[in-house]
């Protein structure tokens, strides 16, 4: 079985903090591939960040970043400096290879609540 | 603009009645999905399906009902026996069938209201 664990649900933070998402999974799988999605207030889900369990190296996307560790099985996400537009819910998602259908398991998110 | 649309947006149903949600996409994907998320918690497979007229249950497809006689179209059917049916609704699409490694593609997304 899968499971991916947000255990932050909210996390308020003023404009121009750093903030940071932890993400945390389970998988038997040697295999799997780790995705971070935003869903910002209206609803839609959008893609942030793949990486697959042979690709250990961090990843920065403008004030995005991404820390992978196999050692223990995390997959957190920082943003920096933080802007009003970042506030949003972030979902970490989970998929295996032994799973051909692709299926997600996704943690329960994280609010994030930037104010001015 | 390639893309997934939902419709619609807002619905709302009243206790005993079947609804159908609609799911359109013109990526050419060969993957669908449907997911429910209630407040504060993370988004549950429904139903998925890979290719047309074939689909499977995904965690919690009790009351729920799909078709896939079009690539392009995977609705939802959200039936009376669905004891607890408000929530937002989205469905998704992947390409390919191989690639595990794609990300899903989400749509707008339905919230629909049991009055």
């Known amino acids: 079985a899968q499971k991916v664990t947000q255990a932050q649900t909210e996390i308020s933070v003023v404009e121009k903090e750093d903030v940071t998402l932890d993400c945390v999974y389970e998988?038997?799988?040697?295999?799997?591939?780790l995705f971070w999605y935003k869903q910002p207030p209206s609803g839609e889900l959008v893609f942030l960040i793949r990486r697959n369990s042979f690709d250990e190296q961090n990843e920065i996307s403008g004030r995005y970043s991404w820390n992978f560790q196999k050692s223990t099985s995390s997959f957190n996400f920082t943003i920096t400096a933080s802007q009003v537009v970042d506030s949003a819910v972030y979902f970490c998602?989970?998929?295996?290879?032994?799973?051909?259908?692709?299926?997600?398991?996704f943690g329960a998110g994280t609010q994030v609540v930037v104010t001015p | 603009d390639g893309g997934i649309t939902q419709s619609p947006k807002y619905l709302f149903r009243k206790e005993g009645q079947n609804v159908t949600l609609s799911c359109e996409q013109n990526?050419?994907?060969?993957?669908m999905y449907w997911y429910r998320q209630d407040p504060g918690q993370g988004l549950r497979l429904i139903y998925y399906s890979q290719i047309v007229n074939d689909f499977q249950k995904g965690d919690i497809a009790e009351g729920y009902s799909v078709s896939r006689e079009k690539k392009e179209s995977f609705p939802l059917t959200v039936t009376s026996a669905q004891k607890n049916p408000t929530a937002f609704y989205l469905c998704?699409?992947?390409?390919?069938?191989?690639?595990?490694?794609?990300?899903?593609?989400f749509g707008p997304g339905t919230r629909l209201t049991v009055l």
């Open positions: 998602a989970l998929s295996g290879a032994t799973d051909s259908w692709g299926k997600l398991q």
């Open positions: 998988t038997r799988d040697t295999t799997y591939y």
């Open positions: 990526l050419n994907h060969d993957a």
């Open positions: 998704a699409s992947r390409p390919g069938l191989a690639d595990l490694y794609n990300e899903q593609f």
